[in-house]
């Protein structure tokens, strides 16, 4: 089946302007994360999704940044007013079951959304 | 704060010679570790989980608590072995954390 899917794949944008990065996660899977990875990097965590409900947001790096999965599947990050610190690879990986114990389940990584703010 | 070191970001060998990527850990608490890889032009995947303790494409990994390390290690390299790895952790919560990743290039 497919994988996980991700939207834009490259985009370029002002400084200043505001920015929405989608992710289609494995159809039937609970968890959903978002990592952001800046160059020489490992992914960040950014936040995490239990079907809709947002149970972790500790890794977003300012209120410019907002993530929302209003439906338990596909999920959107949404970055105001973007600034030249956002340039990254921002990733979504998508897990089976939820990650409510110290054992977690393997994640599904998406290909990534390159942004670039000029 | 919970760290995942990657001490090497680049590592270099010959086709067939020994491999060892490192990888220490902070967070005691969570037993599960885990060896993501990422190929040219390829998503990030999983290679192998402490839990699972398998062998994966030739590639092992131990858990040692006393040196807080999950080294990964394979005995003969293969130049299609050539990819970017990553180290990470569950701390408990939601949150997983990556080290920084070492490229490994196998020379022919």
């Known amino acids: 089946g497919a994988g996980v899917s991700q939207s834009p794949r490259y985009k370029v944008a002002k400084r200043g302007q505001d920015v929405a990065l989608r992710c289609d996660p494995i159809?039937?899977?609970?968890?959903l994360f978002w990592y952001q990875q800046a160059l020489g990097q490992g992914p960040e965590f950014l936040t995490y999704f239990q079907n809709e409900a947002q149970l972790d947001k500790s890794g977003l790096p300012s209120d410019r940044f907002f993530a929302e999965r209003p439906e338990g599947s596909v999920s959107t990050l949404k970055i105001q007013r973007t600034q030249q610190e956002d340039s990254a690879v921002y990733l979504c990986a998508s897990s089976l079951v939820g990650t409510q114990s110290t054992f977690s389940y393997e994640q599904y990584f998406g290909p990534g959304t390159r942004l670039t703010v000029t | 704060a919970q760290r995942v070191t990657q001490p090497e970001k680049l590592l270099s060998v010959f086709k067939g010679a020994p491999v060892e990527l490192k990888c220490n850990y902070s967070?005691?608490?969570?037993?599960?570790l885990f060896w993501y890889v990422q190929y040219s032009r390829q998503r990030l995947q999983l290679l192998l989980r402490?839990?699972s303790r398998e062998s994966i494409k030739g590639f092992t990994a131990d858990l040692n608590k006393g040196e807080t390390s999950f080294h990964l290690k394979k005995p003969f390299a293969q130049e299609e072995d050539s990819a970017m790895y990553y180290c990470?952790?569950?701390?408990?919560?939601?949150?997983?954390?990556f080290g920084a990743g070492t490229r490994l290039f196998v020379k022919a």
């Open positions: 402490h839990i």
């Open positions: 967070y005691s608490g969570s037993p599960e």
């Open positions: 990470a952790q569950p701390t408990g919560g939601f949150k997983t954390i």
């Open positions: 159809s039937g899977h609970v968890s």
